[in-house]
């Protein structure tokens, strides 16, 4: 069971499937207005609307949640609601050393045109080539 609600919990949010609560919340007489909220991980949200039921405002926000979701991009929807880590976001380990080589190249490069103008002597220069090399 705990790996049910655990797969449930780390899984992606469907677009479609929020888009069917929220519409389902909204025709349904009994009182499940919020279950989409539910389903998005907000809880407290889902609480107001449950503890709201008996009122015209969970349906109101229901269907204007569902035109919401209908609206937004699939990107944006994953963006804001799908368990999404940083470690998704983040650029890829090849990526960053590659940008990094290209930085320490770049600083090498104008390491080297300052000891041409006599601006860095060898010694400088050789200091600061090592530990720019010794950062890759």
Do not use: N
Request: with cysteine; net charge neutral; aromatic share 10%.
């Amino acid at each position: 069971m705990y790996e049910i609600i655990t797969r449930i919990e780390s899984s992606k949010r469907q677009k479609p499937t929020a888009i069917i609560l929220a519409l389902v919340s909204v025709v349904l007489p009994i009182p499940i207005a919020g279950l989409h909220k539910f389903y998005l991980r907000q809880y407290l949200w889902g609480i107001v609307y449950l503890a709201l039921w008996s009122t015209p405002i969970p349906k109101i926000a229901c269907a204007i949640d569902a035109i919401w979701y209908l609206l937004q991009d699939s990107k944006g929807f994953d963006a804001y609601y799908s368990s999404i880590t940083s470690t998704d976001l983040a650029p890829s380990t090849e990526q960053m050393k590659l940008e990094h080589v290209q930085a320490t190249t770049l600083a090498l490069e104008k390491l080297e045109q300052l000891r041409q103008q006599g601006l860095v002597s060898e010694m400088e220069f050789e200091q600061k080539r090592r530990q720019l090399l010794e950062k890759l």
